[in-house]
Structure formats: structure tokens, C-alpha cells
């Protein structure tokens, strides 16, 4: 299972014009090769009347899915630099299709192969791109005495507090880091003089902005 991971928070979409050509980029993410494809034709149905819908998707884990596609622009001038994107900002699950309104001016290669990387760029940074890391969710009971100690300790950490239930006791429920389960474990029960009760109530991934 994949711990942390870019991708993309959003549907976003961002324009440029080049030589009087509208370059319109569309970028989201997906989860599977079929959404990609869906996303695509989605895309394509909008801008039906455009000159070109250029596109490319990464897929899985291991960006074991990988396609690019130049509709009818001079093979390798768009749907491959497009891929390059995706895979320099190290994006996953992201699907981006560039669609062209012909101004009249040819670019040359070189030209259409800038213009299709940059519309590509601009559509993520509209869509912003998210680490998500995998987090254990950790439920700490506690009798009430250790109430306010325990919630000031772990406000006042790295550590995010997701909520507290009250019944006979106190419970906590912590997003930890996967990675410092043990550390979290070791730090309440120095804390509590082992007087909690520690386990792992469900795994998730949390996002957040890339810095």
C-alpha cells in the first residue's frame, strides 16, 4: 500500500494564448484507467469544435499507467511533453487534457511542444497539487483525571486530533504519521505512566498543499 503520494486536490482548469491559438488545459484526478478515459471523452465532448484535445494520464502506484495522446498535432508535440509534466512533479492518479483553438500561426515543433507543457503546468497549479500521507487514526483511553493534560499535550503537538468521545472514560482519536505509530505509542504511555489503553482504529490518508 502506498504511503505518501502527490496528486491533485481539484478539477481546475487555466488558458494561454499563444500566436493567437487558445491552448485550454483541464487537469483532475482519477483512480482508474476508465475515469481517465471518461474524463477525456467528458472533455472532448465540451470542446467539440476545437482544432485538437490533446491529453495524457499517469495511473497506480507505480505509474504502472502511463498514456499520451497528440490528436492529429504532429506525433510527440503534445501529448508527450504533457506526460512529462505530470511525471517531473511527480503526480499520480492525474489526468490532463490540453484543448487547442487553431489561430491561424503554425508553431513549429519546438513551439507546440513549449505550449502544450506550459498549458499543462498553468492546468495544475489551477488544480493545485496535494501530498496525501497515509495516517494511522490511534485511540487513546483514558480515565477523566488525564483530560486536560493529555488534550493540552497534544495540541500543543505535531500530532492532529481528530475528535474525543466521553463515556466512562476519555477517548481520544489522533491522526498519526504511519511512520511514527511507535513513537506516538511510547510517548502517551511515558505521559500516562501507562495508564491508557492504546490502538489503531483505522488507517487514512490525509492531504495537504504541497509546500
Known sequence: MRKNYFTLKRFGS?????????????????ETEAEAIDFINKIKKENHSATHNCS???????????????DGEPSGTAGVPMLEVLKKQHLKDTVVVVTRYFGGTKLGAGGLVRAYGKSTTIGIDAAVVVERRLHSLMKVAVDYTWLGKIENMIRSSSYILDKIDYTDGVDFYIFVPEEDEMKFTNWIIEMT???????????????????
Open 193 to 211: 505512566n501507562g495508564q491508557s489503553k492504546i490502538q489503531l482504529d483505522q488507517q487514512q490518508f490525509l492531504e495537504f498543499d504541497r509546500q
Open 56 to 70: 495524457a494520464y499517469v495511473i497506480g502506484e507505480h505509474d504502472q499507467i502511463q498514456k499520451a495522446n497528440d
Open 14 to 30: 487555466d488558458e494561454l494564448i499563444i500566436s493567437k491559438s487558445r491552448f485550454i488545459a483541464h487537469c483532475g484526478r482519477v
